[in-house]
């Protein structure tokens, strides 16, 4: 899916794609209530893995940095110690961090599933397009009726 | 070394592209060169579902980050605003929004009405007929009559209003403050083979329709057509000069790599406010120590960039959403100078429909709307297609400090030096952000807003490059005469928004355009006397 023209660095290794999935998973769990899966999610987690394009060292370094404030391994903490370190990674807010979060939304957000619990088919904009509605040009009425308002230059 | 040709032009953007079509009447020899493609537009992230992530990837509108081999690198590490530009044929028409207005008669006289800056010296009677030239070549979608603005008629009616629209239409008129459709160059309708507005969603990463009026598919078709010859992937790095201090020809880095030089009888610089500074001061000499054309010191100094405010909100009804050409209707309300707002000049509110679905849930997280965990499902859909708001392009008015230079380190692909910027925002501009932010809020909730998020200046959003090779008549102050040309060098002539003496508080592409129109015609009328 993805077309990034840049060159990607090395991939992601394995335990860094583990710690990825983790964090996917905690950042959009799924939902039963509005039908759609979580971020971590076989086909969401595969998008991001093609993905990571010119982002790939970046993403690498914000998960080497959470490894490192769970003091080696994240994904070897157990759950509390995991939302209590991923939430001090996420205040930071690196650089690094913010590409990586930005590549969940944007495999996440593109997934049919969620895309039609948004009411939106599942496709892209062209060529098909969308319907704008003309709207009420009557709102323009009290505008029309104004002074002009530029400035005579000499 | 090849032919001479008669008339070199150098960038195939809004303003290239315009002068090589009015220019090649005269059946002239004329060459451009283009250091970026022919873009594709069946390529165009519209066409995949990937659309929004390629708008921060390979279509990003920042260089640095979009960083194609055409692009060259700009050290912006001294300004708070970055650089947003593209090189391809077409230039940065290919990723701009399309809004499309034009100065008012009082932005050509900023001296003579509020004291500041410089006055023009041209007028807007002036350009009056180039600004109308330029819109039957590109086609303007809006709507006559719009009390802002000397009478002028649109090519197309206006895009529509949509439910952005009446909720923002709605918030203007409870205020009693001024709208208008935004006049746009998108067609709304089918428009001189290209075909209308199917609302992609999509302008600022090249229009997959060809609704929107970019150069590669209006000016230069016709261009080529009637002799022009296009070169692309051909980088310049200087503009060379003979021994009578006339500019004689271009050293060019062609699409093998391989080091040219077009001899040339008049070059025209048409690269933008950065670009066009950068060759200049990269052909520096002997005969010209400071830079080509730069006796004055003028040549990259006044740059700017229109300090931008984003003032969005999010409503409890639906709003256009993803759907739709950003464009939609703006207000000058607050355009014309006002000294008890507290500052000089003023600003254009451009009011924009909506995100994608990804950008929403990104903003969302930067922003703090948007949590991790359960709660993420419910939130985003508070967000998603319920926002709304406005941009407001405050005008920036020249000072010297501003200004592009060489990066002593920094080299693009073929080895050329960089531009490095250093820029600050004044504090008239820092007090007109803060009014546009003021006002931008009282609208959003006049129109219902239970949300409102705010950004000023943005950061990402140095899309108008302007003033760094500024016309005047007076030699010791400009860059080039009153129709264009070098004050320095006879042969040497600028189109783009370099030569722009103040910037108005809106989007500069039209008057660009007219204006290398006019200088267009200033040289065909003098064509026996052109170096006198």
Not at chain 2, 257 to 263: I, K, M, N, P
Not at chain 2, 422 to 431: A, F, G, M, P, V
Request: charged content about 20%.
């Amino acid at each position: 899916m993805a077309s990034d023209d840049a060159a990607p660095g090395p991939g992601l290794t394995d335990a860094a794609r583990h710690a990825l999935r983790q964090v996917a998973a905690m950042m959009i769990p799924a939902s039963a209530e509005y039908r759609v899966p979580g971020a971590d999610d076989e086909l969401v987690f595969a998008d991001m893995l093609r993905s990571t394009g010119r982002d790939t060292a970046a993403i690498a370094r914000a998960l080497a940095d959470l490894d490192a404030r769970a003091g080696g391994s994240f994904a070897g903490l157990d759950a509390a110690r995991r939302e209590a370190v991923a939430g001090e990674w996420r205040a930071a807010a690196s650089p690094d961090f913010i590409l990586l979060q930005r590549l969940v939304l944007q495999c996440y957000y593109r997934d049919d599933r969620v895309m039609r619990s948004l009411d939106m088919e599942p496709r892209p904009p062209f060529p098909k397009g969308h319907v704008v509605e003309q709207g009420d040009w009557s709102l323009l009425d009290p505008v029309r009726k104004r002074a002009r308002m530029w400035r005579d230059a000499p | 070394m090849t032919d001479t040709v008669d008339v070199l032009i150098i960038g195939a953007g809004a303003s290239g592209a315009a002068v090589a079509w009015s220019l090649a009447e005269t059946k002239m020899r004329i060459v451009c060169l283009e250091q970026g493609d022919w873009m594709n537009p069946a390529a165009y992230p519209a066409s995949g579902r990937d659309w929004e992530a390629r708008q921060l990837g390979d279509f990003a509108i920042n260089p640095n980050r979009r960083a194609r081999a055409a692009d060259y690198p700009i050290n912006e590490d001294n300004s708070p605003i970055k650089v947003g530009n593209f090189n391809a044929v077409g230039g940065s028409t290919i990723l701009y929004a399309g809004h499309f207005p034009r100065f008012h008669p009082s932005d050509f006289r900023v001296r003579s009405l509020d004291g500041v800056a410089d006055d023009w010296p041209l007028d807007y009677a002036t350009l009056e007929p180039f600004y109308a030239e330029n819109d039957r070549v590109m086609g303007v979608s809006g709507l006559a009559g719009d009390p802002a603005y000397p009478p002028h008629e649109a090519t197309m009616p206006p895009l529509p209003l949509g439910r952005s629209g009446r909720i923002l239409a709605r918030g203007m008129n409870a205020m009693g403050w001024h709208w208008w459709p935004s006049d746009s160059a998108i067609a709304s309708t089918d428009y001189e083979g290209r075909a209308g507005c199917i609302n992609l969603a999509h302008c600022t990463s090249g229009c997959a329709q060809g609704a929107k009026a970019s150069t590669d598919i209006t000016y230069w078709p016709q261009a080529i057509r009637a002799g022009v010859e296009l070169r692309t992937r051909c980088r310049v790095r200087e503009i060379t000069t003979n021994a009578e201090g006339m500019a004689s020809g271009v050293v060019y880095y062609d699409a093998e790599g391989v080091e040219r030089f077009q001899a040339a009888e008049v070059v025209i610089l048409a690269c933008n406010g950065i670009g066009t500074p950068r060759i200049l001061l990269n052909s520096a000499s002997g005969r010209f120590p400071r830079g080509l054309a730069n006796t004055s010191d003028q040549v990259g100094r006044n740059l700017m960039f229109h300090p931008y405010a984003a003032i969005h909100g999010y409503f409890d009804e639906e709003t256009d959403g993803y759907r739709g050409p950003g464009n939609c209707i703006w207000s000058q309300e607050f355009y014309e100078s006002d000294p008890s707002r507290g500052f000089l000049r003023g600003y254009t509110f451009e009011f924009v429909r909506g995100q994608g679905a990804v950008m929403a849930a990104v903003q969302g997280m930067q922003t703090g709307r948007l949590p991790w965990g359960a709660a993420h499902h419910a939130a985003y859909r508070k967000l998603h297609a319920h926002r709304t708001g406005m941009v407001a392009i405050c005008e920036d008015l020249p000072e010297a400090h501003n200004r592009v230079t060489l990066d002593p380190v920094l080299k693009d692909g073929h080895g050329i030096p960089a531009p490095k910027l250093h820029y600050t925002l004044s504090e008239n501009s820092r007090r007109m952000l803060d009014h546009a932010v003021a006002r931008g809020s009282e609208i959003l909730r006049a129109a219902g807003a239970r949300d409102i998020a705010t950004e000023a200046p943005i950061q990402s959003n140095g899309v108008h490059l302007m003033g760094t090779a500024r016309m005047g008549t007076n030699p010791e102050r400009s860059v080039v005469n009153e129709w264009g040309r070098s004050h320095d060098v006879r042969n040497l002539f600028i189109v783009d928004g370099s030569i722009f003496v103040t910037s108005a508080g809106l989007n500069p592409t039209r008057t660009i355009q007219a204006l290398a129109l006019y200088i267009a015609d200033q040289m065909k009328r003098r064509l026996s006397t052109l170096f006198d």
